[in-house]
């Protein structure tokens, strides 16, 4: 319809009410007021710019458009309020890339007095980027904004020549070509197929445009890209020219291809199936399957071999299919009644090796049995392959060519479950044909396979034939199954409905069906019966029988339930597993059951690792499994207890109140506290720590639920063990544990994408002018957004879940490579401390880390100390006597931290071989002001010199405290008054430090 028309006459508030009216509409459609402003945009525009209703609505068009895009509509929206009505392309007004060009019309619209408040824009979209009321002209200016706006190749090229006159980034990206490379040759040369290039001109110019679905083009890594381009006839700069846009399909058409190959796979399969079943013969089988072969594989010529029992020869047969019969029926002639014996030729190498040959050149095979043959006909390709059932080939299917082919490792992998179908059918098609050539070798044959064949009327309760079979099978004698009814009380009675009711509205519908059942066997076990089953039609309904062939699947049953069990159960404890527990847990979810309350235990032993670690993993695995057994017989029978890993166990409990949990938690817990593990007459007692959580509408997902069962358990453990914790969403200690767990993400984030940062503050020489300068290296650590992260909020979480090595092993990579890289400022450094975590101190593997980085590193070892905290240290006082007495060997100096703030520290210092004290801040920040801090200072600072240690105080923050330092003779000052923390280098743009943090922006390197 023609929207201007139907609208410029109506008024903006008639518009308004048919607001729904244009949303139906596939044009993007506005209405502008004086002021520039969107009254109405339809959904189709709304679509266009990607914005909601209500971020257009209202909005000025720079708003929405951009400033470039206003500038150029502005003056046209003002023509079209003094009563112009407009129409231009998109190349003067939209900013947006577009896949094709946009003609805008603009149409003033009138209220009822015949003022013009409105402008009415209508957007519709044309197959060119050129104006055709320009003749298809184009300039330099409108070709160079399209190509930049379009996010399309595009390519323009001259009429007569072909020659590249323009191209854009997107069509130098599709080519693999640089516009330097392009422009000024030829486009015929990177085509495939020069045919294209046929009538292209004519068909243009009386077309003026068209398209091309698929044309392959050569790129620069020497690869065919297959492109859809549509071609539009234009000029540029008075020449005219072909304008092509492009789509490169070289993904989609070998997606498509690969979707064909596998399509005609099935239907291959499918065909040969059904040919094979619908044959009368064995004969016809065998046609149908070699035609059908044939015409998948390209091949002209199929030939069946058979071998003959007696001779044990491959022998030519009459079975053949050819693509044109007159055509090569001497070669049939000239291959009547040769002989293949095993290894002779193609078929007797198939015959011996029972594998498919194949011969793409058999002028290269000297010994071609068939070389007359071969010369006459002109044989140059050839493969085959046998038809095997219980390892004896029964068929040799060979296919020949007179032009040399590949054959294809789609063709190579399709022979085998062909060959596999063929088989079968040639042996159903022997048995079938036995039973018509002799009853008693039927008979014989029937009984002696591990199979039931039977025929009955339609209904099945009349059985005409039962093979003796049915005794080893199922028990009974076949005579009892030709009793009426017999048959189907045997089925059983889970099944009974089912199976007979199947069974019957099959037969009604089908003339071939397949249905599995169980059945009772004589001494009362079940049989699991596969029945495969045939109706055999006749002109008198009355006379419609069905047979088939049952086979006991009993023990592949029992393996795929086996096989069930297994993926559900803990192989150790039987237990169900961690994937049972958690769909159990998922179904539980899933269910809308409101007001239903439910619980979850996490059970993780105590101890656990003691007894694994003393008595060997089978001690540990089998005191896992009697504590399975013994926690199974405690819980109630609708709960699902499962082995979640290692020690760790979970019970879901299904409407059960917290209360009723609580309770059989605690039993569990006392059972297993009572228990007394004995292994080589040695007895042990084992804890368990249980973290216990209701689960209902509000819990959240599996992971949520299974974090909050885990941190209970774990809190349970920092508890003392042995003990029950039950989570609360208000719990402040448990969501502490969960911003700790939150805080592990994050470092482990951080530590992959390298968003670490290091700092130094000095610190100051208070006894002596100093000549270079002595740092101390802090971390921080940069969040995605560029804040800046005080340690104090991460370092904690670090070194509670063993993170704290690593961080150190970054610090001391990064800190030692910009150092020897910076050998200028290195030289200005006196010594630089790094500080260690408890973790790292008591680490052998951290200990070899660091040893070989020093060994490498081209800084001085006696410029490095590391900074060790008193509680660290004497945590585990031998291994950090060896780690500082091994680091020390290497020529480094250590610091110990925060001296003054353990209990003990003035008995471990004289065991400990540090360098310097550093006294702990809180007794140094007070001490013009407080006597016992001053004194305490003081007796650090005077033992420390005793010892010939050097003493460094912290959280100097003003003069005073600077001068009571010195006068008391303590060697060095840190903190803000002395310097405050400053980035070591700029490695990314941050925001300033949070308030937490001295504000280092505008602050220089001190090195």
Same mark, same amino acid.
């Not at 990579?813 to 630089?832: D, E, P, R, T, V």
């Given at each position: 319809?023609?929207?201007?028309?139907?609208?410029?006459?109506?008024? +903006?508030?008639?518009?308004?009410?048919?607001?729904?009216?244009?949303?139906?509409?596939?044009?993007?459609?506005?209405?502008?007021?004086?002021?520039?402003?969107?009254?109405?945009?339809?959904?189709?525009?709304?679509?266009?710019?990607?914005?909601?209703?209500?971020?257009?609505?209202?909005?000025?068009?720079?708003?929405?458009?951009?400033?470039?895009?206003?500038?150029?509509?502005?003056?046209?929206? /003002?023509?079209?309020?003094?009563?112009?009505?407009?129409?231009?392309?998109?190349?003067?007004?939209?900013?947006?890339?577009?896949?094709?060009?946009?003609?805008?019309?603009?149409?003033?619209?009138?209220?009822?007095?015949?003022?013009?408040?409105?402008?009415?824009?209508?957007?519709?979209?044309?197959?060119?980027?050129?104006?055709?009321?320009?003749?298809?002209?184009?300039?330099?200016?409108?070709?160079?904004?399209?190509?930049?706006?379009?996010?399309?190749?595009?390519?323009?090229?001259?009429?007569?020549?072909?020659?590249?006159?323009?191209?854009?980034?997107?069509?130098?990206?599709?080519?693999?070509?640089?516009?330097?490379?392009?422009?000024?040759?030829?486009?015929?040369?990177?085509?495939?197929?020069?045919?294209?290039?046929?009538?292209?001109?004519?068909?243009?110019?009386?077309?003026?445009?068209?398209?091309?679905?698929?044309?392959?083009?050569?790129?620069?890594?020497?690869?065919?890209?297959? +492109?859809?381009?549509?071609?539009?006839?234009?000029?540029?700069?008075?020449?005219?020219?072909?304008?092509?846009?492009?789509?490169?399909?070289?993904?989609?058409?070998?997606?498509?291809?690969?979707? /064909?190959?596998?399509?005609?796979?099935?239907?291959?399969?499918?065909?040969?199936?059904?040919?094979?079943?619908?044959?009368?013969?064995?004969?016809?089988?065998?046609?149908?399957?070699?035609?059908?072969?044939?015409?998948?594989?390209?091949?002209?010529?199929?030939?069946?071999?058979?071998?003959?029992?007696?001779?044990?020869?491959?022998?030519?047969?009459?079975?053949?299919?050819?693509?044109?019969?007159?055509?090569?029926?001497?070669?049939?002639?000239?291959?009547?009644?040769?002989?293949?014996?095993?290894?002779?030729?193609?078929?007797?190498?198939?015959?011996?090796?029972?594998?498919?040959?194949?011969?793409?050149?058999?002028?290269?095979?000297?010994?071609?049995?068939?070389?007359?043959?071969?010369?006459?006909?002109?044989?140059?390709?050839?493969?085959?392959?046998?038809?095997?059932?219980?390892?004896?080939?029964?068929?040799?299917?060979?296919?020949?060519?007179?032009?040399?082919?590949?054959?294809?490792?789609?063709?190579?992998?399709?022979?085998?479950?062909?060959?596999?179908?063929?088989?079968?059918?040639?042996?159903?098609?022997?048995?079938?044909?036995?039973?018509?050539?002799?009853?008693?070798?039927?008979?014989?044959?029937?009984?002696?396979?591990?199979?039931?064949?039977?025929?009955?009327?339609?209904?099945?309760?009349?059985?005409?034939?039962?093979?003796?079979?049915?005794?080893?099978?199922?028990?009974?004698?076949?005579?009892?199954?030709?009793?009426?009814?017999?048959?189907?009380?045997?089925?059983?009675?889970?099944?009974?409905?089912?199976?007979?009711?199947?069974?019957?509205?099959?037969?009604?519908?089908?003339?071939?069906?397949?249905?599995?059942?169980?059945?009772?066997?004589?001494?009362?076990?079940?049989?699991?019966?596969?029945?495969?089953?045939?109706?055999?039609?006749?002109?008198?309904?009355?006379?419609?029988?069905?047979?088939?062939?049952?086979?006991?699947?009993?023990?592949?049953?029992?393996?795929?339930?086996?096989?069930?069990?297994?993926?559900?159960?803990?192989?150790?404890?039987?237990?169900?597993?961690?994937?049972?527990?958690?769909?159990?847990?998922?179904?539980?979810?899933?269910?809308?059951?409101?007001?239903?309350?439910?619980?979850?235990?996490?059970?993780?032993?105590?101890?656990?690792?003691?007894?694994?670690?003393?008595?060997?993993?089978?001690?540990?695995?089998?005191?896992?499994?009697?504590?399975?057994?013994?926690?199974?017989?405690?819980?109630?029978?609708?709960?699902?207890?499962?082995?979640?890993?290692?020690?760790?166990?979970?019970?879901?409990?299904?409407?059960?109140?917290?209360?009723?949990?609580?309770?059989?938690?605690?039993?569990?817990?006392?059972?297993?506290?009572?228990?007394?593990?004995?292994?080589?007459?040695?007895?042990?007692?084992?804890?368990?720590?249980?973290?216990?959580?209701?689960?209902?509408?509000?819990?959240?997902?599996?992971?949520?639920?299974?974090?909050?069962?885990?941190?209970?358990?774990?809190?349970?453990?920092?508890?003392?063990?042995?003990?029950?914790?039950?989570?609360?969403?208000?719990?402040?200690?448990?969501?502490?544990?969960?911003?700790?767990?939150?805080?592990?993400?994050?470092?482990?984030?951080?530590?992959?994408?390298?968003?670490?940062?290091?700092?130094?503050?000095?610190?100051?020489?208070?006894?002596?002018?100093?000549?270079?300068?002595?740092?101390?290296?802090?971390?921080?650590?940069?969040?995605?957004?560029?804040?800046?992260?005080?340690?104090?909020?991460?370092?904690?979480?670090?070194?509670?879940?063993?993170?704290?090595?690593?961080?150190?092993?970054?610090?001391?990579?990064?800190?030692?490579?910009?150092?020897?890289?910076?050998?200028?400022?290195?030289?200005?450094?006196?010594?630089?401390?790094?500080?260690?975590?408890?973790?790292?101190?008591?680490?052998?593997?951290?200990?070899?880390?660091?040893?070989?980085?020093?060994?490498?590193?081209?800084?001085?070892?006696?410029?490095?100390?590391?900074?060790?905290?008193?509680?660290?240290? +004497?945590?585990?006082?031998?291994?950090?006597?060896?780690?500082?007495?091994?680091?020390?060997?290497?020529?480094?100096?250590?610091?110990?931290?925060?001296?003054?703030?353990?209990?003990?520290?003035?008995?471990?210092?004289?065991?400990?071989?540090?360098?310097?004290?550093?006294?702990?801040?809180?007794?140094?920040?007070?001490?013009?002001?407080?006597?016992?801090?001053?004194?305490?200072?003081?007796?650090?600072?005077?033992?420390?010199?005793?010892?010939?240690?050097?003493?460094?105080?912290?959280?100097?923050?003003?003069?005073?405290?600077?001068?009571?330092?010195?006068?008391?003779?303590?060697?060095?000052?840190?903190?803000?008054?002395?310097?405050?923390?400053?980035?070591?280098?700029?490695?990314?743009?941050?925001?300033?430090?949070?308030?937490?943090?001295?504000?280092?922006?505008?602050?220089?390197?001190?090195?």
């Amino acid at each position: 319809m023609d929207i201007e028309n139907c609208l410029t006459d109506m008024s +903006i508030e008639n518009i308004a009410l048919y607001q729904h009216v244009f949303d139906l509409l596939t044009d993007p459609i506005l209405v502008i007021d004086r002021q520039f402003r969107y009254l109405i945009a339809n959904q189709a525009y709304l679509d266009v710019v990607n914005l909601p209703r209500e971020k257009v609505v209202g909005a000025c068009i720079s708003q929405v458009e951009g400033e470039d895009a206003f500038r150029l509509i502005k003056p046209r929206v /003002q023509e079209s309020l003094k009563g112009a009505e407009l129409n231009f392309p998109s190349q003067v007004y939209s900013a947006r890339p577009v896949d094709a060009l946009l003609h805008i019309n603009l149409t003033p619209l009138k209220n009822d007095v015949g003022q013009i408040n409105h402008v009415l824009v209508v957007m519709r979209q044309s197959d060119s980027f050129f104006d055709e009321d320009r003749g298809g002209k184009y300039d330099q200016y409108q070709l160079s904004r399209s190509l930049a706006s379009s996010p399309n190749p595009i390519i323009m090229t001259s009429l007569i020549e072909g020659k590249v006159l323009q191209l854009n980034k997107a069509g130098q990206r599709l080519l693999g070509y640089s516009a330097e490379e392009l422009i000024g040759k030829t486009l015929l040369d990177y085509m495939v197929d020069t045919s294209y290039r046929e009538n292209l001109v004519d068909k243009l110019k009386q077309e003026k445009h068209f398209k091309i679905p698929d044309l392959p083009m050569r790129h620069k890594n020497g690869k065919t890209v297959h +492109i859809e381009v549509v071609l539009n006839l234009t000029s540029f700069n008075g020449t005219a020219a072909i304008l092509g846009f492009c789509r490169d399909r070289t993904d989609e058409l070998a997606a498509l291809k690969a979707t /064909q190959d596998k399509t005609a796979t099935l239907r291959l399969l499918r065909k040969v199936a059904v040919a094979a079943n619908e044959a009368n013969n064995l004969e016809m089988a065998i046609k149908m399957c070699l035609e059908e072969i044939c015409k998948y594989s390209d091949w002209p010529i199929g030939h069946a071999l058979l071998p003959n029992q007696k001779t044990g020869l491959l022998e030519s047969s009459d079975l053949w299919h050819f693509n044109n019969e007159q055509e090569y029926q001497h070669l049939k002639s000239w291959c009547a009644g040769v002989q293949f014996g095993p290894g002779d030729g193609i078929p007797g190498k198939v015959l011996s090796t029972k594998k498919p040959v194949f011969l793409p050149d058999a002028s290269l095979d000297d010994g071609f049995p068939r070389s007359s043959i071969k010369e006459g006909t002109g044989i140059q390709s050839a493969f085959a392959f046998p038809v095997i059932v219980d390892d004896q080939v029964l068929v040799v299917m060979e296919f020949v060519s007179p032009e040399k082919q590949e054959v294809s490792k789609n063709l190579s992998d399709i022979l085998k479950p062909v060959a596999i179908q063929l088989g079968r059918v040639i042996e159903r098609q022997r048995a079938q044909l036995s039973l018509q050539e002799s009853n008693a070798h039927y008979q014989r044959l029937v009984n002696d396979i591990n199979a039931i064949v039977w025929e009955s009327n339609i209904e099945g309760n009349e059985v005409y034939f039962v093979s003796a079979s049915v005794s080893k099978i199922l028990g009974y004698n076949p005579e009892q199954f030709y009793q009426s009814g017999f048959w189907a009380n045997l089925i059983h009675p889970d099944d009974q409905f089912g199976a007979l009711r199947e069974a019957e509205g099959k037969s009604k519908t089908l003339e071939n069906y397949e249905i599995e059942y169980r059945m009772l066997h004589a001494d009362g076990s079940t049989v699991w019966i596969h029945d495969t089953v045939h109706i055999k039609n006749d002109s008198d309904p009355a006379n419609v029988r069905k047979y088939g062939v049952m086979l006991d699947i009993t023990e592949k049953k029992n393996l795929s339930a086996e096989l069930e069990y297994q993926a559900a159960h803990d192989s150790l404890t039987g237990l169900y597993n961690r994937d049972a527990f958690d769909r159990r847990l998922r179904i539980l979810l899933s269910t809308d059951q409101p007001n239903q309350q439910h619980a979850l235990c996490y059970l993780d032993l105590d101890q656990f690792k003691v007894i694994n670690d003393a008595c060997g993993h089978l001690a540990g695995d089998t005191l896992l499994h009697q504590l399975g057994a013994i926690l199974s017989t405690k819980i109630r029978r609708s709960d699902m207890l499962a082995r979640l890993g290692g020690d760790e166990f979970g019970i879901i409990m299904e409407n059960c109140s917290l209360e009723r949990a609580g309770k059989i938690a605690e039993d569990l817990r006392r059972v297993i506290q009572d228990f007394r593990f004995v292994w080589e007459q040695q007895r042990y007692n084992v804890g368990v720590s249980i973290g216990l959580i209701p689960i209902d509408e509000y819990s959240g997902t599996v992971n949520e639920i299974m974090s909050a069962a885990d941190m209970a358990c774990y809190a349970a453990k920092d508890a003392g063990r042995n003990r029950i914790r039950t989570y609360h969403p208000n719990d402040l200690e448990l969501t502490q544990r969960r911003r700790e767990m939150d805080w592990v993400s994050k470092i482990n984030m951080a530590l992959e994408q390298d968003r670490l940062h290091i700092y130094i503050q000095p610190i100051q020489d208070l006894q002596k002018e100093q000549k270079n300068s002595h740092f101390e290296v802090l971390v921080r650590m940069i969040s995605e957004t560029g804040e800046i992260i005080p340690p104090g909020a991460f370092l904690p979480a670090a070194e509670r879940y063993t993170l704290s090595t690593q961080i150190d092993q970054w610090v001391i990579n990064k800190s030692l490579s910009w150092l020897g890289n910076h050998q200028q400022q290195l030289a200005k450094i006196s010594m630089i401390s790094i500080n260690l975590s408890g973790l790292s101190l008591g680490s052998g593997t951290f200990l070899k880390f660091l040893l070989e980085t020093l060994r490498k590193s081209t800084v001085p070892c006696e410029k490095i100390c590391f900074e060790v905290t008193e509680t660290a240290a +004497i945590s585990n006082l031998s291994k950090a006597i060896d780690f500082i007495t091994q680091v020390k060997a290497a020529g480094c100096l250590f610091a110990l931290d925060d001296f003054g703030s353990g209990l003990s520290s003035f008995n471990y210092l004289k065991n400990l071989p540090v360098d310097f004290l550093k006294i702990d801040g809180a007794f140094v920040r007070d001490i013009t002001s407080d006597p016992i801090d001053y004194e305490m200072v003081r007796s650090i600072n005077e033992i420390g010199h005793v010892m010939g240690k050097l003493t460094i105080a912290e959280f100097v923050e003003d003069e005073q405290t600077l001068n009571a330092l010195r006068r008391l003779g303590v060697d060095y000052a840190q903190g803000y008054f002395i310097g405050k923390p400053i980035p070591l280098y700029k490695k990314r743009a941050v925001v300033p430090l949070t308030d937490s943090e001295p504000n280092v922006r505008n602050a220089k390197l001190a090195v």
